[in-house]
């Protein structure tokens, strides 16, 4: 990861409204340079992990996902950039949820793509309503996922096989958990 981005992704997690979260950063990088980056922070919520070997992104995620002492996991990459309220949504929606006793297992959230500035936006894609139909077919939730953790783990995590489309792998994974115990209509 280039350091810019690195701190992009850093930099929009630490900015948000909703200040409950840890960042969790597994490192399988050859260098020094994100240990470097994450020193630099000097934020107590960043729990930086160096990982023994690069196992790949399948491998190296499970890996971080081990250190997660939430209830929920937000999944994102290396080079996403979260709004400063998108922790926040997804915390109250939670609440909202939990407040008429349903345990949410997955949410996620709309995306837009941007240059490397921040400053022009464009392919926004506003996602719909959970529908399994069109999962099937298309991975159409990505970043930025939050997911129940007692619902991650209940699936086999995610799957080297699958690499490059992990997170859909892991999403249909999701989906038939939910499903089984029956948090999908």
Not at 44 to 49: A, F
Not at 149 to 177: H, N, P, V
Request: glycine fraction near 6%; charge should be negative; charged fraction near 25%.
């Amino acid at each position: 990861t280039e350091e810019r981005y690195l701190r992009a992704m850093i930099d929009s997690v630490l900015s948000q409204t909703y200040g409950n979260f840890e960042l969790i950063l597994a490192d399988a990088s050859a260098t020094k340079a994100v240990e470097d980056v994450v020193k630099s922070y000097g934020d107590g919520r960043i729990k930086y992990r160096r990982l023994k070997q690069n196992a790949g992104i399948s491998s190296n995620t499970n890996q971080a996902l081990m250190y997660a002492t939430g209830d929920y996991a937000g999944l994102l990459d290396h080079d996403d950039v979260l709004t400063p309220d998108a922790l926040y949504e997804m915390a109250a929606c939670i609440d909202e949820y939990e407040k008429m006793d349903v345990q949410l297992q997955l949410l996620y959230s709309d995306e837009d793509k941007c240059d490397s500035e921040q400053i022009h936006y464009y392919e926004v894609n506003r996602k719909p309503g959970f529908n399994l139909d069109l999962m099937l077919s298309n991975n159409y939730i990505c970043h930025l996922l939050v997911v129940k953790k007692s619902l991650l783990q209940k699936t086999r995590g995610y799957r080297q096989e699958y690499d490059g489309a992990q997170d859909y792998d892991l999403i249909l994974q999701c989906a038939e958990k939910a499903e089984q115990i029956g948090h999908i209509p």
